[in-house]
């Protein structure tokens, strides 16, 4: 099956501590995304990456770091810089039509709970 | 700058009767307009998208929208509204002003649709 994983889909993080969250596509997608999700709000960008080996920041980067190493892969690791953790975190990924991107598809989405 | 506004943030409506959920959209540009909907604790789902091509747009499930500039509207429509439709639906446009070409979306609060038998 064609689609966006995401593991693990809950995670309980101690404060203090750095978690990485997994988001693997084999859409054969250019670009891929990271959101982040709080009750009652719609999506807000963390980090996007339209090509491996590079990534831009969105509109709330601070606390967050992302790497692109594989096509398929886009891991984000939330830090302990990150004052208010808890959240849910959504991958997407898209292709790139004529150097613009397309339609974002989504991840099943992680569950961040800091105890 | 490019927003969007859904007009209600909670819609509650009969099994079998229909479903409005109103959105409104500003953009200096021809913009690009979705509707995603998300069951709790899963991912968003692509109902239907605009791209300047047939206003009424046909989505799934019976989900339909109509883009009307004059209005800046995008309004999403079902004639009969089935359990299984109960979800948080997202207006989302495509700014399409953003440089480096992405295409940054701009997310509304969303519309919570309860639907009881």
């Known amino acids: 099956d064609g689609g966006i994983t995401q593991s693990p889909k809950y995670l309980f993080r101690k404060e203090g501590q750095n978690v990485t969250l997994s988001c693997e596509q084999n859409?054969?997608?250019?670009?891929m995304y990271w959101y982040r999700q709080d009750p009652g709000q719609g999506l807000r960008l963390i980090y996007y990456?339209?090509?491996?080996?590079?990534?831009q920041k969105g509109d709330i980067a601070e606390g967050y770091s992302v790497s692109r190493e594989k096509k398929e892969s886009f891991p984000l690791t939330v830090t302990s810089a990150q004052k208010n953790p808890t959240a849910f975190y959504l991958c997407?990924?898209?292709?790139?039509?004529?150097?613009?991107?397309?339609?974002?598809?989504f991840g099943p989405g992680t569950r961040l709970t800091v105890l | 700058a490019q927003s969007v506004t859904q007009l209600d943030s909670h819609v509650s409506v009969s099994e079998g009767t229909p479903v409005l959920l109103r959105c409104n959209y500003s953009?200096?540009?021809?913009?690009?307009l979705f509707w995603y909907v998300q069951h709790p604790n899963k991912g968003l789902q692509l109902l239907l998208k605009?791209?300047?091509?047939?206003?009424l747009v046909k989505g799934i499930n019976g989900f339909e929208a109509e883009f009307k500039k004059s209005e800046t509207s995008f309004h999403l429509t079902k004639p009969s509204a089935h359990m299984s439709d109960a979800a948080e639906y997202f207006c989302?446009?495509?700014?399409?002003?953003?440089?480096?070409?992405?295409?940054?979306?701009?997310f509304g609060a969303g519309t919570r649709l309860a639907v009881h038998p």
């Open positions: 989302v446009v495509s700014d399409q002003t953003f440089s480096g070409g992405y295409n940054k979306l701009i």
């Open positions: 953009s200096s540009y021809s913009p690009s």
């Open positions: 990456s339209q090509i491996v080996n590079d990534f």
């Open positions: 859409l054969n997608h250019d670009a």
């Open positions: 997407a990924s898209s292709m790139l039509a004529g150097g613009r991107a397309d339609t974002q598809y």
């Open positions: 605009y791209t300047s091509a047939a206003t």
